[in-house]
């Protein structure tokens, strides 16, 4: 059990990065409701951050790839435009335990 952070501890509309096991993985926040993914473009497989902890686009609907753009819609990581349109990002399973975002699984 690999606890990444407390819900709290992301902003509404933001995400966060996080490295487990050398896996690179971003966390979240819509609504109140976290979403855990691999922090890879399903593109070319490059982080997604522009910056550390840079996730999001500019009008902070949606996670943007830094390298071509391509947007990803929070709740299921469905790319709703750029080259990888179609496809997901990978989510990771995780719960929320005690406010704690907890992994369960990278396979």
């Known amino acids: ?34 979403r855990v993914y691999r922090n890879s473009c399903p593109h070319t497989g490059i982080n997604l951050d522009w910056q550390p902890d840079d996730f999001m686009s500019f009008d ?27 496809q997901k990002l990978v989510a990771v399973e995780f719960e929320v335990t005690e406010g704690e975002v907890v992994l369960i699984s990278l396979e």
């Open 1 to 34: 059990m690999t606890i990444l952070c407390h819900i709290d501890d992301i902003p509404e509309l933001e995400a966060r990065g996080f490295v487990v096991n050398g896996e690179k993985l971003l966390v979240v926040k819509r609504r109140g409701q976290v």
């Open 60 to 86: 902070n609907i949606y996670l943007q790839c830094s390298t071509h753009g391509a947007q990803f819609q929070i709740e299921d990581g469905f790319c709703v435009s750029g080259p990888c349109q179609g």
